[in-house]
């Protein structure tokens, strides 16, 4: 059964652009900026190796480039390293030992575009660029892991053929591997205890909101979690979870700073209370010792000149995350938790599976009981649907208006109680 995410966040007076003078806003509880990437960069194929971050190709100024930057995390320091043999934007990246692998993407510029099937292997210590042997499809924003010596590649699904490959990269072999992960483009990937989780992803109309696990032993897939209806976001592990930064929600086309977290082991996905500064799509995820680090991105769609360069850092706590709806002590309230108060107002507002979303303005004693109801219908007791009066948002020559949310629409839901 889908899990909610449960935000509890003060309404702020004023919004911040994500996207001018990074530098001149608040930094957000958490996340702390570090030095510019030297250009704006999109869809980057973004990897560590050791203390450094490399930043490959990717999107700048929307034509795809070749450019490869690295950065010194001890330092807080970039600097430019040898250009990749050709264009790139969109590739899938995964490291073994000290070379990245950088598989595929788009090789858009004024003139002409297309996807490549082309295997490019950086070393990072020589600071030398090979090729390995071709993928067996071209393929633009796939992903892609790496376990052992073997890496992972999942591209763009297309029912009649193969989509998801396995590259040795001891015998510079491709192998097919089983097909499972069922979404387009733009999804994210991470590995947890020697499985792989493709999580998310673009389809025709929207976003995934499904999370899938592949057994490399097994060859075969499952399908898992839940997570918001995203895509273009990016992925990362540290300590047993995977941290989704940003991406585009349902079919907004707006980025957004929530940063997910994906637990394996209760197959649930909570929302960081601490939000990224700047909203992101496309960017760079990678961790280095306990730090997360979000790099580049894009506001919108990147096929808008709509790319920046900021840099942004959150050191990893383990008690981060806001609460799901879950186990109580009885009374409506967490373990070691006052029971909520009935006082003041919220803003309720509701995102529905279709990626439609409803806001109400209620009181905070009605707002407890629509969470009351969630969690008894989540334990599979109580009606199906919930009865919501608008109050004053009735339109219309009407003595009342009530919506009837039914339970298994329902994505998520967030609470933002007034001060």
């Known amino acids: 059964m889908k ?47 050791g203390d450094k971050i490399y930043v490959i190709g990717g999107y700048g100024k ?13 330092k807080n320091e ?17 490291v073994v030992k000290d070379k990245i692998y950088v598989m595929g993407g788009n090789t858009y510029r004024t003139s002409h575009t297309e996807n490549s099937s082309k295997l490019l292997i950086y070393d990072t210590k020589a600071d030398k660029w090979e090729e390995g042997a071709d993928v067996p499809k071209k393929s633009f924003l796939g992903t892609a892991v790496a376990i052992d010596n073997t890496i992972y590649l999942m591209t763009q699904q297309e029912t009649s053929t193969p989509n998801h490959f396995a590259y040795n990269t001891t015998t510079n072999k491709w192998e097919n591997k089983a097909n499972g992960q069922p979404n387009s483009k733009a999804a994210a990937s ?6 792989i989780y493709y999580i998310g992803g673009a389809s025709a109309n929207s976003g995934s909101n499904t999370i899938y696990e ?3 032993v097994k060859n075969s897939w499952i399908k898992k979690g839940f997570l918001i209806n995203t895509s273009y976001a990016s992925a990362v592990a540290s300590g047993g979870k995977i941290y989704i930064i940003g991406g585009f929600f349902a079919t907004n086309t707006n980025a957004t700073n929530f940063v997910q977290v994906y637990d394996p082991v209760t197959n649930t996905t909570k929302t960081m209370d601490e939000k990224m500064q700047f909203a992101r799509a496309g960017a760079g995820t990678v961790v280095i010792n306990n730090d997360l680090y979000a790099v580049g991105g894009a506001t919108k769609s990147p096929s808008e000149s709509n790319f920046f360069n900021s840099v ?3 050191t990893i706590k383990d008690a981060s995350t806001a609460p799901d709806p879950g186990t109580d002590n009885g009374n409506g309230a967490k373990p070691d938790e006052e029971t ?13 599976v279709n990626g439609l979303q409803k806001e109400y303005q209620l009181s905070v004693k009605e707002v407890n009981a629509f969470l009351k109801w969630y969690e008894q219908r989540d334990a599979g007791e109580g ?9 004053d948002n009735n339109k219309g020559p009407f003595e009342s208006k009530k919506d009837y949310v039914v339970f298994k629409n329902i994505l998520m839901y967030e609470v933002n109680k007034y001060k």
């Open 3 to 49: 899990k909610i995410i449960l935000i509890f966040a003060l309404i702020l007076c004023s919004i911040v652009s994500p996207f001018y003078q990074a530098h001149a806003a608040e930094e957000k509880k958490g996340w702390v900026s570090q030095a510019d990437l030297p250009e704006p960069r999109s869809h980057a194929a973004t990897a560590v190796v």
């Open 62 to 74: 929307t034509l795809a480039t070749n450019t490869t930057f690295v950065y010194d995390s001890k």
């Open 78 to 94: 970039w600097s430019k390293k040898s250009d990749m043999p050709i264009k790139l934007a969109g590739s899938a990246v995964a």
């Open 190 to 195: 991470a590995v947890v205890n020697g499985k």
């Open 214 to 216: 592949y057994d490399p």
């Open 312 to 314: 942004e850092k959150y």
């Open 340 to 352: 909520p108060s009935d006082d003041g107002d919220a803003l309720l507002v509701i995102t529905m």
């Open 383 to 391: 009606p199906g649907f919930y009865e919501i009066d608008e109050h």
